[in-house]
């Protein structure tokens, strides 16, 4: 009996998520897909590893006591990976990494530069997420590590059985059309009239920038709900509303908008997530650092190096 580490990884989620939709979703594949593969999982061990009832699943002895023992074939592989990679002469990997827009537009591909000029053994491959969705891809193996926001008064919800480090520290700022004439600063209540342009309130972005506002007092009135920070900025700049950009974000703006200090700072955390078994990984560690290193180059450094974490940072509402 041959039986694929890919399907054993599908199971295990059947297992944790109790239907082949969330399973799929937290896998990044298709419900079709997750079903044909666990079919021929069945196929190749030669029993009913599940039954379903109505939408869930439930998984048979069997395929409960397989799912118990792709628990530890999987975190066996890790630790091989890891074992072996410490036992080579040159450090050589190939990583995947969960990105979203601003960070693969602008801190990404200085990091990269600078990796492939030290260790050009070290392949990192890319997969751009919504920021909700690459702490879970981490968590269920189909990423190694990837980047992740928490904003300062709005947390994100965090896996115990995931490390973090802190990257880099941005501010939000106030954009707005060109024309607007606005002061050097600005405070959100100032922001109250404007039609805004921003992403939903399921996203993270989308909630930390409507908490805000109505911690100063106002619910902005959203003419247009996008989820890329670089169609917003285009339609600000087209004078269709207000919005709100990161550091990383004005990398992307259009000419002509005006961008404004506000002063109620609102601030955002950008740190890398990984397994905690892989914390030794060399190879994670120089990509770590090479992204440390871009950051402090764009004036986005922590005033020191953070630890990892496995807890939700302590934020406090500004």
């Keep these: 009996m041959e039986l694929s580490l890919r399907r054993l990884r599908m199971l295990r989620e059947l297992h944790r998520r109790g239907t082949v939709t969330a399973a799929a979703a937290a896998l990044h594949y298709t419900t079709s897909a997750v079903s044909q593969q666990l079919a021929l999982l069945e196929r190749d061990v030669g029993a009913t590893l599940f039954v379903r009832h109505g939408r869930r699943v439930q998984l048979t002895d069997v395929g409960l006591v397989l799912a ?12 091989a990976t890891t074992a072996l990679e ?21 801190l990404l591909p200085r990091a990269l530069t600078l990796l ?8 990192v491959r890319t997969k751009e997420l919504a920021p909700e969705d690459t702490a879970g891809a981490v968590q269920v193996g189909t990423l190694d590590f990837s980047f992740v926001i928490d904003y300062s008064n709005y947390p994100m919800p965090w896996d115990p059985e995931l490390s973090r480090v802190v990257i880099a520290v941005e501010r939000l700022h106030a954009v707005m059309p060109p024309g607007s004439e606005p002061a050097n600063t600005t405070s959100l209540a100032d922001l109250a009239e ?11 972005f989308g909630r930390a920038v409507r908490s805000a506002c109505q911690h100063s007092g106002f619910e902005p ?8 920070q ?11 509303g207000v919005t709100l950009v990161s550091d990383l974000g004005l990398t992307l703006r259009p000419p002509g908008i005006e961008v404004v200090a506000l002063t109620d700072p609102l601030m955002r955390t950008i740190s890398i997530a990984h397994r905690g078994a892989d914390a030794q990984r060399r190879p994670l560690q120089l990509v770590i650092d090479a992204v440390r290193t871009a950051a402090a180059a764009q004036g986005l450094a922590v005033s020191s190096p953070s630890e990892e974490q496995t807890a939700m940072p302590d934020y406090s509402p500004d």
């Design 68 to 79: 118990e023992h792709a628990e530890e074939i999987l975190r066996s592989v890790e630790r």
């Design 230 to 240: 670089a169609t917003a900025l285009a339609m600000v700049a087209a004078g269709l």
């Design 116 to 123: 492939a000029a030290e260790y050009p053994g070290i392949e």
């Design 194 to 204: 404007y039609p805004w342009v921003l992403a939903g309130p399921n996203s993270h």
């Design 221 to 228: 009135r959203i003419n247009h709900e996008v989820g890329e």
């Design 86 to 106: 410490r036992t080579q002469d040159g450090v050589t990997a190939r990583l995947i990494g969960g990105v979203w827009a601003s960070v693969a537009s602008s």
